[in-house]
């Protein structure tokens, strides 16, 4: 707390903090949704062409903007530069003809797995909503 409090000191007075920040670092916040709930979480939760992550909930809208902050420009942009990578890479393996269904499939089973150090790949679920729409237009 050493370290946070001298970068909120030149701005906030420490009475301030002591009162009002530090409780909002140290007791948890209830979302709406678990996003380690993959079912509940992708139930609610849409995304849009230019990397948006919204739902039509107001509640996890104001959590997913507010308190999460997945909206901020950065994240938006690297949720699209991460799928413009696979649709690249689709692109050279299917050049001048659709993309089937099996490697659409396919990159979804792999977005679906977690790597060696146990993680999944990032923004897998934005690029897995692109993936799925592909599919369901064929």
Do not use: M
């Not at 050493?2 to 906030?12: A, D, G, K, L």
């Not at 140290?26 to 709930?37: F, K, R, W």
């Amino acid at each position: 707390l050493r370290h946070v409090s001298y970068f909120i000191t030149p701005c906030v007075p420490r009475s301030t903090f002591s009162s009002f920040l530090l409780p909002l670092l140290i007791e948890p916040i209830q979302l709406s949704v678990n996003p380690a709930d993959s079912k509940n979480c992708e139930s609610y939760i849409k995304y849009s062409s230019q990397g948006k992550i919204f739902s039509d909930d107001e509640n996890i809208n104001y959590e997913l903007d507010t308190i999460l902050n997945l909206n901020i420009q950065t994240i938006q942009e690297n949720r699209k530069v991460a799928l413009d990578a696979i649709i690249e890479v689709l692109n050279q393996n299917f050049p001048k003809k659709p993309w089937s269904k099996e490697a659409l499939k396919k990159k979804l089973e792999e977005l679906s797995s977690k790597d060696v150090k146990g993680k999944y790949s990032r923004y897998c679920q934005y690029i897995a909503w692109y993936l799925v729409k592909r599919l369901n237009n064929l």
